[in-house]
T-cell receptor, first 112, second 114 residues
Framework: GDSVTQMEGPVTLSEEAFLTINCTYTATGYPSLFWYVQYPGEGLQLLLKATKADDKGSNKGFEATYRKETTSFHLEKGSVQVSDSAVYFCALRGNNFNKFYFGSGTKLNVKP | DTAVSQTPKYLVTQMGNDKSIKCEQNLGHDTMYWYKQDSKKFLKIMFS???????INETVPNRFSPKSPDKAHLNLHINSLELGDSAVYFC?????????????FGSGTRLTVV
């Protein structure tokens, strides 16, 4: 079945460091891919998405490229800030449109 | 103006009690969901309604009963609460059942069963 695997956290970085959070997926056909962010005490917010191979989603300095050949959708940011500290979820919308699959979340801690 | 609002934000109750969580969305979306997030942040879908019709009913104890009086509201009633029900419950909505633009989530209800 469809699934998403993302790197375990926590990830701890200093401010202005480069961020990569790995996400790989298993799916039949052509899924859509998403990154969500959950700040402490809040619900998940959509960060970015990509709907087809080679698409790049971007928002707030974060980017992720849909790579079908490696079944990956890694999240990157060139220079993280303390305010980026949160839990990041990779997610997939599969061919069964009613079903959405979330990864287990990766906690990011950014230190000043 | 909150898009998806759920109440209460915190709920502490004793084992065996019955409780309800309410959710409302003002986005005009057709589809609403309940998700459970455990202590390790793992998210699991519980139910989904599309225009008041139940379309997803995952393996959830029948002590959990969703109700959707109209497409803007989806409530969750839990009977005979157990310790293992302690979690954060998120309501979410999407434009339609295709979920092309992803979900909009509420801020969660932290349920603690003691």
């Amino acid at each position: 079945g469809d699934s998403v695997t993302q790197m375990e956290g926590p990830v701890t970085l200093s401010e202005e460091a480069f961020l990569t959070i790995n996400c790989t997926y298993t799916a039949t056909g052509y899924p859509s891919l998403f990154w969500y962010v959950q700040y402490p005490g809040e619900g998940l917010q959509l960060l970015l998405k990509a709907t087809k191979a080679d698409d790049k989603g971007s928002n707030k300095g974060f980017e992720a490229t849909y790579r079908k050949e490696t079944t990956s959708f890694h999240l990157e940011k060139g220079s993280v800030q303390v305010s980026d500290s949160a839990v990041y979820f990779c997610a997939l919308r599969g061919n069964n449109f009613n079903k959405f699959y979330f990864g287990s979340g990766t906690k990011l801690n950014v230190k000043p | 103006d909150t898009a998806v609002s759920q109440t209460p934000k915190y709920l502490v109750t004793q084992m065996g009690n019955d409780k309800s969580i309410k959710c409302e969305q003002n986005l005009g979306h057709d589809t609403m969901y309940w998700y459970k997030q455990d202590s390790k942040k793992f998210l699991k879908i519980m139910f989904s309604y599309n225009n008041k019709e139940l379309i997803i009913n995952e393996t959830v104890p029948n002590r959990f009963s969703p109700k959707s009086p109209d497409k803007a509201h989806l409530n969750l009633h839990i009977n005979s609460l157990e310790l293992g029900d302690s979690a954060v419950y998120f309501c979410a909505s999407s434009q339609d059942r295709l979920v092309g633009d992803g979900y909009t989530f509420g801020s969660g209800t932290r349920l603690t069963v003691v």
